[in-house]
């Protein structure tokens, strides 16, 4: 079980959130060398898509609060099983009831079945929002960081953290928590093209002096991390950061974007990045709190009050404990993002 | 007007008062029990059925905490108080919880080994005990549906005493420490409400008794001044917050409401189920915060459980002996206010449940449906407003979305934290004693001084600590 060879890997793979951004990503990684992939989608049209990427993707429909759907997720898979757990709500529709119905009714779900089947680990995809903003922009979180849930989501992906470590150290499941930064990459939701589009065309607000750092993980080095949390036996009952190798600066993430969007021949604005005072962003943060005390969300509201912060971890742990170890850097991230978009036609 | 003087008041008999009377009666102290509820003979009533709990609970069982959703409350009000018509389990206070409110709250000698010392001394004189029988059929359900979901449940203990035949009491205060009290000496008087605290103008920091109403048989009431050198009031998490406020103490009374709000599902069975007992297994898979048993169910609450997810009852009610009902109760994080209202008896109790609280209740719901069809029920119905009514595993996801705040219907029994011990004076109403700020003869001794909600049945939380505290005051007599 030490090897990190491919051919130990586990053959049977379930994931959550499949037809998501991450899980979108890590699919396609799997299904090369996997004998199946167990899929869970939240609705009739994410199916066909995923399955026409090999033809070892199942897909189940349904919701992963549904009890009878996750049993459907976990039925007839063989003795040797996998599991990814992506699944998710970031951005509710409206209330903020949703984060805590799916990112903790929804893990307490998934881990009661990968119990009863007996699966060989749990791979919990978490968040920096479990840990708030560092206190100063030199400041990294890493594995000994203390919890300090940000608002709703926070809160909620803090819980289920609790019910993955609780389930584990109780003996149920052997799982791996890996706590994501900020995404970047191929299958990005449409809030992400707005975000290309507002720094081509030089509304994407510099909050502050800019100096705010930043983790952000590009897809392909976060599946890199998940399957190094799944293989490494170092990792079991822990939590990891996984993110692109060091924090980016706020004013060099947005640099660095507009030098991809010109390279992937895009014109770009000349004009310089909207300064905003970070007193805005402190408003924003306001009314976000005062919005999800009423059980109330607004996705701009709450991205604006959070640019102000810097949020950044150190991923030293799991380089030397699971080996992972992040190929893709910023530039070259960005640019293959924004080429996805191109091929997608999106317009940014 | 009539006056009767004494060394001390204890205000409520139920599990606080019934503690702090025997123990203070036993050492020797001259003590005055008043109750506000009647002193029912203890075979008046069969078991948990409605007629017990429209007898022995304040207003008939009909009160609420408003909110969104409002919650339905039920409080003791008689001789024994809650203990008189409860399920009688008895689970001590979890040491983690002990050791965060020590350090929270900044409690003094209130560590693990000190509860479980007191814990240990309730129960031998309780009787705590498991059945020395099989569990009913009622009990075996949970335990049969949790064990083949391969999650953890647990047979609660129970303050009961068997008999060779396996027949059990429920050891209630009114059978167990309020006669104890009385052997010792103690006096107590029912159907007497203590109307406030009296407290000379000239020094507000004492008490030096309580005028109270007093109703006779014949519904004739007089007014009764009692003088005591010591006050304990141990009234509830409702009526103690909403006395000292009448009495014109404020600081940290009343705020900080916690109850285990409470989601139900009356389940039928292709088989008869037993009524006359309450289940005493609990599925603990998903505690703290969310704890599953089961409740009394007998045909009247049936027949109220059906109606809250249904308008076609009669057909399942025909049924009744096929149906048992089954809860799931969540720790909130919300909280809630009690507040005395000039002119009226009833104070205004109100309570918030957040976003958070509201998804743990609808996952309780789905957890709950989940174990009661793995135990052969055939169909289920929530505490939800229309339903819907589940025949099979596929239908209860509909749950998490109907669960909204007005299609839930939530109760509880368990009122607590409402005054509050321990040396954070910004926090709390009382030292880590019970003796209330600022009043230097008058004590708090129920569920009101649990800091917070103890996320199981608290009955045992509230008589240790009850103990211990009784212990300290007479240390200091």
New interface residues.
């Given amino acids: 079980m030490t090897s990190t060879s491919p051919s130990s890997d586990v053959p049977v793979c379930v994931v959550t959130g499949a037809s998501g951004w991450l899980g979108q990503n890590l699919v396609r990684t799997l299904v090369t060398g996997r004998e199946r992939v167990r899929c869970l989608v939240p609705d009739a049209d994410a199916g066909p898509p995923l399955e026409l990427v090999a033809p070892n993707v199942e897909t189940v429909v349904?919701?992963v609060?549904?009890?009878?759907?996750v049993?459907t997720l976990f039925d007839d898979l063989g003795p040797r099983v996998s599991v990814f757990h992506a699944a998710a709500v970031i951005h509710p529709a409206q209330?903020?009831?949703e984060?805590?119905?799916v990112n903790?009714?929804g893990t307490?779900m998934v881990l009661?079945r990968a119990?009863?089947i007996g699966v060989e680990r749990v791979v919990h995809v978490s968040s920096n929002s479990p840990f708030g903003a560092n206190p100063t922009p030199d400041d990294r979180f890493d594995e000994d960081s203390p919890f300090n849930p940000y608002m709703?989501y926070g809160?909620?992906k803090f819980?289920a953290e609790r019910l993955v470590r609780q389930a584990h150290e109780r003996g149920d499941v052997p799982t791996v928590v890996v706590r994501a930064p900020w995404f970047y990459g191929p299958y990005q939701p449409a809030r992400q093209s707005t975000f290309f589009t507002a720094i081509r065309k030089g509304r994407f607000p510099l909050i502050g002096d800019g100096s705010q750092r930043r983790s952000m993980v590009y897809t392909d080095n976060l599946v890199q991390g998940l399957l190094c949390a799944e293989r490494s036996d170092k990792a079991l009952g822990n939590a990891y950061w996984v993110a692109d190798a060091t924090p980016y600066s706020l004013a060099e993430i947005l640099t660095t974007v507009r030098s991809a969007l010109t390279d992937e021949g895009l014109a770009v604005t000349s004009r310089s990045p909207l300064r905003v005072p970070r007193a805005v962003s402190e408003w924003a943060e306001r009314v976000d709190r005062l919005l999800q005390s009423k059980?109330r969300y607004h996705q701009a509201i709450h991205v604006l009050g959070e640019m102000k912060d810097t949020i950044a971890c150190d991923i030293g742990r799991a380089r030397d404990e699971i080996g992972y170890d992040p190929t893709v850097s910023l530039y070259d991230g960005m640019r293959a993002s924004i080429r996805w978009c191109l091929d997608h036609g999106d317009q940014l | 007007m009539a006056r009767i003087t004494t060394e001390v008041l204890v205000i409520g008999s139920g599990a606080g008062g019934a503690v702090t009377a025997a123990r203070l009666a036993e050492a020797g102290r001259q003590v005055l029990v008043v109750e506000e509820g009647p002193w029912f003979d203890a075979d008046e009533h069969e078991p948990f059925s409605l007629p017990e709990m429209v007898a022995k609970y304040r207003n008939g069982g009909a009160q609420v905490a408003l909110g969104n959703p409002a919650v339905a409350f039920g409080e003791g009000r008689c001789v024994g108080g809650s203990t008189e018509v409860n399920s009688g389990l008895f689970h001590r206070l979890p040491d983690y919880l002990a050791e965060e409110w020590q350090h929270t709250y900044d409690i003094d000698d209130f560590s693990a080994q000190t509860l479980a010392f007191y814990a240990g001394q309730v129960e031998a004189e309780l009787q705590v005990s498991t059945l020395p029988t099989a569990p009913p059929p009622s009990s075996a359900i949970l335990e049969h549906g949790a064990t083949k979901l391969g999650w953890r449940n647990v047979e609660f203990a129970r303050v009961y005493r068997y008999d060779q035949a396996g027949r059990g009491v429920k050891q209630t205060m009114s059978r167990t420490l309020l006669p104890k009290a009385l052997a010792a000496g103690a006096e107590l008087i029912a159907d007497c409400r203590v109307v406030k605290l009296l407290r000379p103008r000239a020094d507000r920091g004492r008490v030096v008794g309580a005028r109270c109403v007093r109703t006779h048989p014949d519904g004739g009431r007089e007014t009764l001044d009692i003088q005591a050198d010591q006050v304990v009031v141990c009234a509830g998490a409702i009526q103690t917050p909403a006395l000292l406020q009448r009495s014109g103490i404020r600081h940290n009374i009343g705020r900080g409401l916690k109850l285990h709000p409470t989601v139900k599902i009356a389940a039928r069975f292709p088989h008869p189920v037993d009524h006359g007992d309450v289940p005493m297994h609990r599925v603990t898979e998903f505690a703290p915060n969310l704890t599953i048993g089961g409740s009394a169910s007998r045909k009247g609450q049936i027949a109220m459980a059906l109606a809250e997810a249904t308008h076609d009852i009669a057909e399942p009610l025909a049924d009744w002996e096929n149906i048992s009902i089954y809860y799931a109760a969540i720790r909130s994080e919300g909280s809630g206010r009690v507040r005395a209202v000039p002119g009226l008896t009833s104070p205004l109790i109100t309570y918030k449940l957040t976003e958070a609280d509201m998804s743990r209740l609808a996952q309780g719901l789905v957890h709950l449906g989940e174990v009661l069809f793995a135990a052969g029920a055939t169909e289920l119905y929530p505490s939800l407003v229309g339903g819907p009514v589940a025949r099979q595993l596929g239908d209860i996801g509909a749950w998490w979305d109907r669960s909204t705040r007005a299609n839930t219907n939530l109760m509880t029994v368990h009122m607590t934290s409402t005054v509050r011990m321990g040396n954070d004076r910004s926090r709390t109403g009382t030292d880590s004693y019970g003796r209330v700020w600022d009043v230097a003869n008058l004590h708090v001794n129920d569920g009101s001084l649990l800091p917070d909600a103890p996320g199981v049945n608290p009955q045992a939380a509230i008589m240790t600590i009850a103990t211990r505290n009784t212990e300290h005051l007479l240390s200091n007599l």
């Fill in positions: 349904g919701d609060r549904d009890p009878a759907t049993d209330r903020t009831r984060f805590f119905d903790v009714g307490q009661d119990r009863r709703g809160q909620s819980e059980g």
